[in-house]
Structures are given as C-alpha cells and as structure tokens.
C-alpha cells in the first residue's frame, strides 16, 4: 500500500501561484503513475494533470498552460506548479499513485486546500 503525503496549499490571490508536493512511501516510486485530482463539494472528482512512470504529461484543459507536473524519483516526490490561479481552482487538491492507469485504482492523499480569492 502507497502512503501520500500533500503539502503547499494554501489561499493566494487571483494570478497568484502555489506548488503542492506530494511525498511517496511504501512503494518503488519510479513504478508509479502520479495524478493530481481535485475536487469541489457537490462535485465529482477531476482529474487535474498526470505524469507517467516514463514522465508522459497530462492536463485537464481547463489547466493547460497554467499548470505544470513533474516528479522527482530521487526523491519519490511529485509536485503541481499551478500558475494564473483562478477562483474556480479553488478545490481540495488530492495525490493519487496507481501501478496501472492514473485512472484505474490507486492509492489517495488526504488532501489539501487550495483557495483563490481576492
């Protein structure tokens, strides 16, 4: 079982950034499909971005450009750069790891809030 640790929310200002980071544990980290969901209430958890064990990158279009994922297997840690923040980014952010496809079962982060407002 991946153990997921998330830090680096927080509340920030309309075109503010933050970088959230996600710590891995109880798993050979370089195996892993990362993800970053995120999710409002009342809503349905979406994905946000994902990078493959190969470092393949995916985005939601709602963050392209704005958004950027990487990993560091050195370190067994991923992390969300999340530039141009907008109002609707605001959600709790969660890190999921999978052996198979980011969207297929996995392992969860307890969350973390992120809040953009002026």
């Known amino acids: 079982q991946v153990q997921l640790v998330e830090s680096g929310g927080g509340s920030v200002q309309p075109g503010g950034s933050l970088r959230l980071s996600c710590a891995a544990s109880g798993a050979i980290f370089s195996l892993l499909n990362m993800g970053w969901y995120r999710q409002t209430p009342g809503k349905q958890r979406e994905l946000v971005a994902a990078?493959?064990?190969?470092?393949?990158?995916n985005y939601a279009d709602s963050v392209k450009g704005r958004f950027t994922i990487s990993r560091d297997n050195a370190k067994d840690t991923v992390h969300l750069r999340m530039d141009s923040l907008k109002p609707e980014d605001t959600a709790v952010y969660y890190c999921?790891?999978?052996?198979?496809?980011?969207?297929?079962?996995?392992?969860w982060g307890q969350g973390t809030q992120v809040t953009v407002s002026a």
């Open positions: 990078i493959s064990r190969d470092g393949s990158e």
């Open positions: 999921k790891a999978a052996i198979g496809t980011i969207h297929g079962y996995g392992s």
